[in-house]
């Protein structure tokens, strides 16, 4: 049984509201112990003795996808382009929806409440303008349509969350809208006063101002979310690629990923350490600052600690390795 915590990628998430879900699911499954669900960093950790299998079923039974983690695929490594392109993408539905929510606005409020000009053959003709508005609010769904696919897949799920409840909302706006513009269509039909009270009756701006106004949050949030990956895997990069490893009495160089707890490896000034170990031979100061933010070099001898991710300023120093991988202090700190 395999009772350690185990690391996948969570795709669909938006919200808290989603996370929660996910973590309430899969600490349903029969032998999970324990999960946490990362908004920020789109990842679960799980413990517990439940196979991969049944834990990514839960997910997708719950409206998402899940995956073994792998540090190729997280956007905290190699997926910065990933978050720049979906920045990029917030960005353009932003600015597309503000600039047909302006139009809305001008249109549909700009003239009744403030006197602003219409063009002539807008003049009396309640029809034409309910129908440009609502033109200009379908094309604002249509822009952030991914509202509406994301809300309503949660809500089929069963679990509702913030996209259920913007979509919701505009969505009723603009059918209420629309059953009134046919109530002005069939007043101005037969020729009765009520067209102009329907015509303030017309909510179509309402719903295309929460898809806007979400979208900025969204926005902000996506920039976020890009800083804080930044300085993660400023974090990560402090992790040396390679370390040099006692082997048969020799030294030998490979990747910091293959060192095994209890493997033996050396420090030459200016090396970073690659395993959290125990000094086995040698004296030296080591950098900490990365970690613990103490500018000042903290010396280390024969039975000290050393983390990963920290350099070794002046000295030779043997250490053998007690933490390895995801175990690592600087591991548990990402």
Known sequence: MNMSVRKFNVYGMSCAACAARIEKAVKAVEGVTECSVSLLTNTMGVQGSAEDAAIEQAVKNAGYEASSFSVKKTVLKENKSVEKSETQNLLRRLLFSLFFLLCLMYCGMGNRMYGLPLPAWFSGNFTAIALVQLFLCSVIMIINRKFFSSGFRAALHLSPNMDT??????????????????????????????????????????????????????????????????????????????????????????????????????????????????????????????????????????????????????????????????????????
């Open 165 to 334: 409840l913007v979509a919701l909302g505009s969505v009723i706006s603009f059918l209420y809208s629309v059953v009134n513009l046919f109530r002005i269509t069939d007043a101005v039909l037969h020729n009765t006063d009520r067209a102009d009270f329907f015509m303030d009756n017309l909510y179509f701006e309402s719903a295309a101002m929460i898809l806007t106004l979400i979208t900025v949050g969204k926005f902000l949030e996506s920039v976020s979310k890009g800083k804080t990956g930044d300085a993660l895997r400023s974090l990560m990069n402090l992790a040396p690629k390679k370390a040099l490893v006692l082997r048969n009495s020799k030294e030998t160089e490979v990747d910091s990923s293959k060192i095994e707890e209890g493997d033996v490896f050396i420090l030459k000034p200016g090396f970073s350490v690659p395993a959290d170990g125990i000094v086995l031979e040698g004296s030296s100061a080591v950098n900490e600052s990365s970690l613990t933010g103490e500018s000042i070099p903290v010396e280390k001898e024969e039975g000290s600690k050393v983390n990963a991710g920290t350099v070794n300023v002046s000295g030779f120093l043997k250490c053998r390795a007690v933490k390895v991988g995801s175990e690592t202090f600087l591991s548990r700190i990402i």
